[in-house]
């Protein structure tokens, strides 16, 4: 299972010791507002550079309005930048019929799309029929929601041989990742905090304490092979 980051703040993307292998960056136009960036061709650029800087495969980028005209305008020149850095580009769209003139373009440019906020089934039959690379629904609102999250998942995982990729989003604990690592999902994506906080375990913890005691404690007892025959 692929993990991407999900954040444009680039000073968040160093990971310590312990994090497994990133091989991306997910983000949009909430991400760079929290990251202080405008949603502009400027700052998609800089992303860009930012994740061929850190040895990052792949970046996917949300387009910000449905403006077929201004997704051409994106999109060729984000092709030119990732393919000189190596970088392998996938945009983000709402799945939603509003934004099929972007997908229209995005087709005509054989340009990699992902559809993220599905919601339900019907949602990833569509997504299927328009070819998409991958589908993100947001596990944690539809958890929310009082949605039948793991049905849906089990859908995506279903369709993944023939339709889009699984990318999860929103997961709220460890125990999901798990399920969704479980389950077959093909990515997910979290903030890097959560991949920090969730690198490390009070049990673990609490084992390796209970192992430096008793290592301890064992330097009282008689050397091996001193035993009475």
Not at 107 to 126: C, D, E, H
Not at 147 to 170: F, I
Not at 175 to 195: E, I, K, M, Y
């Amino acid at each position: 299972m692929k993990v991407y980051l999900d954040s444009a703040d680039v000073a968040s993307w160093a990971l310590p010791r312990g994090c497994p292998p990133v091989c991306g960056i997910t983000t949009n136009p909430t991400l760079l507002l929290r990251a202080g960036l405008p949603v502009t061709l400027g700052s998609a650029q800089y992303l860009l550079q930012a994740a061929a800087d850190h040895g990052m495969a792949e970046l996917m980028l949300q387009l910000p309005s449905n403006d077929a005209v201004q997704a051409r305008q994106w999109i060729v020149p984000l092709q030119d930048s990732a393919a000189a850095r190596n970088v392998r580009l996938t945009i983000k769209l709402p799945c939603h019929p509003d934004w099929l003139p972007c997908v229209a373009v995005l087709q005509g440019l054989r340009q990699p799309f992902l559809l993220t906020g599905l919601s339900n089934a019907v949602q990833l039959l569509w997504a299927q029929s328009l070819q998409a690379d991958f589908v993100a629904p947001y596990l944690g609102r539809l958890a929310a929601d009082g949605r039948d999250v793991w049905t849906l998942v089990q859908a995506c995982v279903a369709v993944q041989s023939g339709g889009p990729a699984l990318l999860a989003a929103s997961i709220r604990s460890s125990d999901v990742l798990a399920r969704l690592l479980a389950c077959g999902a093909a990515a997910v994506t979290v903030p890097p905090a959560s991949l920090v906080g969730w690198a490390d375990d009070a049990l673990t913890q609490a084992a390796m304490a209970q192992f430096a005691q008793d290592a301890a404690a064992s330097l009282a007892l008689k050397p091996a092979g001193s035993q009475p025959k």
